[in-house]
């Protein structure tokens, strides 16, 4: 069945092509058909590893029983005329929206300049502190009582504010806050192996995740490391794959917002709020009657 999913994630599109004349007929299920044609594009969407299984006695035998499980799926729901309801065409054009989208963006984004070794290696040789495989570190931490307190201090650092001064305002930690929160550094061992796990796992001047610990929550910033930096081969394609992420999604935020200025954008907001609060109430209502 999970075969069946997988197949059919993949080759729904040919539910709504129509039978090119003259294409020979691969499959055909009452008045359903599948050409050749339409099969032969649908495989190219299939994974490397999935067409080198179809290759194989085994995955022949399995594709005909695919092939024949979805034709005969599909004429039953034209049977019973599912094709006219408002459900279908309410996803039908849910399908065709995410689809333009998504062909959208694959032709735009091939604008993008691709990141080469060379990008790679320039931004490897300009941040290797980035890089280093830690021996030591060095803490500031900021410690509050809740996760309101905690999303203040969040919302202080996304704005831009140093991480020491507002470790001075709101720690609760006496013995730290006057030194902007800093604890000085520290060898693997020497920590709760809690905090060592989040404080390893930093990059310099990366601010953790709130850790609970003790009653209460810790905001920890890695202010200096001291180690070896690791060998560029070592991380040279995930460095390249990561700089690669960040261009598109550089890239996707300026499209949108010129998208947003080319586009009148209007958003109700009463009628939003509506749809949400009914959605809230929805959901408790299932939420109680899960629990009896």
């Known amino acids: ?59 022949v035998n ?16 034209k049977k019973k005329d599912l094709a006219k309801s408002e459900e279908f065409k309410r996803r039908l ?17 091939k604008s993008v300049q691709q990141v080469t070794e060379k990008d790679a290696k320039d931004y490897y040789e300009k941040n290797k502190d980035m890089f280093i495989k830690p021996v030591e570190v060095r803490l500031s931490q900021i ?27 709101l720690s609760r930690d006496e013995r730290t806050k006057a030194s902007g929160g800093d604890i000085g ?27 609970s610990y003790k009653g209460e929550l810790y905001i920890f910033k890695l202010t200096d490391v001291k180690g070896t930096a690791v060998d560029f081969e070592q991380i040279k394609t995930q460095l390249i794959e990561q700089l690669k992420a960040k261009k598109q999604q550089e890239w996707f935020n300026s499209y949108i917002d010129e998208l947003k200025r080319k586009h009148k ?15 809230l109430i929805e959901g408790k209502t299932l939420e109680s009657q899960q629990k009896k």
């Open 93 to 109: 054009e849910e399908f065709k929206k995410i689809t333009l989208i998504n062909m959208l963006l694959e032709q735009e984004i």
């Open 185 to 211: 550094f520290f060898k693997k061992g020497q920590l709760n192996p809690q905090i060592e796990n989040v404080a390893f796992a930093l990059k310099k001047g990366q601010v953790s995740m709130p850790l």
């Open 143 to 169: 410690v509050v009582k809740n996760e309101d307190e905690a999303k203040k201090v969040y919302e202080r650092i996304d704005k831009g504010e140093e991480f020491s001064k507002i470790a001075k305002e």
């Open 1 to 59: 069945m999970k075969f069946l999913k997988i197949f059919i994630t993949f080759m729904v599109v040919s539910l709504f092509l129509a039978c090119s004349k003259g294409d020979e007929v691969v499959v055909k299920a009452g008045s359903s058909k599948l050409t050749k044609k339409e099969l032969q594009e649908d495989i190219k969407g299939l994974p490397p590893q999935t067409k080198i299984f179809l290759s194989s006695p085994d995955g």
């Open 265 to 279: 954008v209007e958003i109700n907001e009463k009628a939003l709020q509506e749809i949400l609060n009914q959605a």
């Open 62 to 77: 399995r594709l005909k029983d695919e092939l024949i499980k979805r034709e005969v799926l599909y004429e039953e729901a």
